[in-house]
């Protein structure tokens, strides 16, 4: 039974679709010619003014149009139901996934807070579940904020509050708040720059960003690791770069990660928690800043750089001189 339904698979379908109409015209085109002369003598019983000296070929021509524009039309019906087909499955997929990642913050939260209601802890350990509580539910606002940004038709309706930001010092507050993480992924993460640098960005947008690119950093490295921020810049733009120790990618999938819930299927990320929403929101506030994201890789399990050019204020920079 499942070896049938499989034969009525639209792909197999569309082959034979295709197969079938391609015979077809292979027929009529030999028929044709071969019954040509038939047809020849056929055509001097018609009135003379019906006919016309290429007649035959207008007659062959417009059958192969026909078929041409039946054949294109099947093509196009099978492109937008596989397109259908693809994202349906990338919905059911973002489902479970947002399913997972509201389910694991909510059920720590409810250990702990139960924990807390019937049993006696010590101040340092409550201090430890507040803090453990406070992370999660941070890491449900991020997926919240996320799923809010993803959602929204027209990426330009991003309401932005641009203001001259020290990206060094931002950067810094960043990595402090995410220090617990660090802890728990015996991660050690570097801060390189040589100068302050003041960039034009609205703070809460990039501060998605780099949590995004921290978390992202953190899930697809091993323990142990090291993650290197590096900040410099050029004539027009702040350059910063994420770069980890990670998992990294193949040089046909560098084209896929900012995609809309694109996530790397492999045996090494297949259990790592996330909604393929990241880096999809991550370019679209960046471009929004008039930046540039990039990501580079030199293949599997050689870690990834993440690139970021945002805008540098200009006009401190001419008060300054």
Known sequence: MNRLRALFHPIFVFIGVQIAWIGLMIVWVYWYFKNSQNLAEFTKKLPPELLQSNFNLIVLLE?????????????????????????????????????????????????YLETLKYQKVSSEEAKDFVETMLSDTERLSDLIDNILESSKSDPKSMQLQFASVNIVSFIQAIIAHHQKLFEDKECEIKLNFNEQIKVIIDGRAMRMVFNNLIANAL?????????????????KFCIIDFIDQGFGFDRKELKKVFKKFYRVQNQETQNIEGAGLGL???????????????????????GTRFMLSLPIDHALIEKNK
Do not use: C
């Open 63 to 111: 059958g192969g149009v026909l078929m041409f524009v039946i054949l294109a039309g099947v093509y196009v019906i099978f492109v937008y139901w596989n397109k259908q087909s693809r994202l349906n499955q990338l919905q059911s997929n973002f489902i479970s996934s947002v399913s997972h990642e509201l389910k694991s913050p909510l059920a720590s939260i409810q250990l």
């Open 219 to 235: 899930r697809y490295s091993p323990a142990r690791t090291i993650l290197v921020i590096e900040v410099r810049r050029d004539k």
């Open 280 to 302: 999809y929101i991550s370019r679209l506030i960046i471009k929004n800043h008039k930046g540039k994201i990039n990501v580079f890789s030199e293949g599997r399990g050689k």
